[in-house]
């Protein structure tokens, strides 16, 4: 199985859930500007372009962080990584996964230096990032992750995306409890290993 990455980048939440659940892989490093790899033209692996994307052994290419972290949690059921299929639990999940998707990877992503906007529209998405944290922080008040008491793969992507916060400037300090998560999360083995492994800073 390969894992095609870029360091810091939104595949380290796949990195993260499939280093949890015990599953064997490869990194396969991507050079997003110019759409490479060390196969050559990465948009022959993935036309798309973008990351994370996983190679199953068969061949078969699965994209967007949301799904590639379900399907990992559901090769390893005995590790909780993610309710059951069918369980109101599962659909609860499947809400937090996608609000951190489309509300905060999003926003969080618009911030980078590749994306040209003035001043006013970025103070106009931290502004709308900012509520969006809010309602996280709040939740983690009460919750030690995001599905209660026990780690999951929503978990991971929350790490993977608010470890951007400091580098495009979006205000942490007045969400306590997120950043008591991001301490926990980065206590985690697994974190630590695929932080280390793309030779980033936790």
Request: charge should be neutral; include cysteine.
């Amino acid at each position: 199985m390969n894992l095609f990455y870029s360091p810091g980048a939104c595949a380290l939440a796949s990195q993260i859930a499939l280093r949890e659940a015990g599953l064997n892989f490869e990194l396969v490093k991507v050079d997003l500007k110019a759409k490479e790899y060390a196969g050559g033209d990465y948009k022959k692996i993935n036309p798309k372009g973008y990351i994370p994307a996983l190679q199953l052994p068969n061949g078969h290419l699965m994209t967007e962080g949301a799904v590639i972290l379900q399907w990992i949690a559901d090769q390893a059921p005995d590790k909780n990584l993610l309710p059951k299929f069918g369980t109101m639990e599962r659909y609860k999940a499947m809400e937090w996964l996608n609000f951190i998707a489309t509300e905060i990877h999003k926003g969080l992503g618009s911030l980078f230096g590749g994306a040209v906007m003035n001043e006013e529209t970025k103070e106009q998405i931290k502004a709308k990032l900012g509520l969006r944290l809010a309602v996280l922080n709040q939740h983690l008040d009460a919750n030690p992750y995001i599905l209660g008491e026990n780690f999951s793969v929503a978990d991971a992507y929350a790490y993977n995306v608010l470890r951007w916060t400091g580098l495009v400037g979006v205000d942490m300090t007045q969400h306590a409890s997120l950043q008591k998560f991001m301490t926990t999360m980065a206590e985690r083995p697994a974190v630590k290993e695929a932080v280390a492994a793309e030779g980033i800073r936790l």
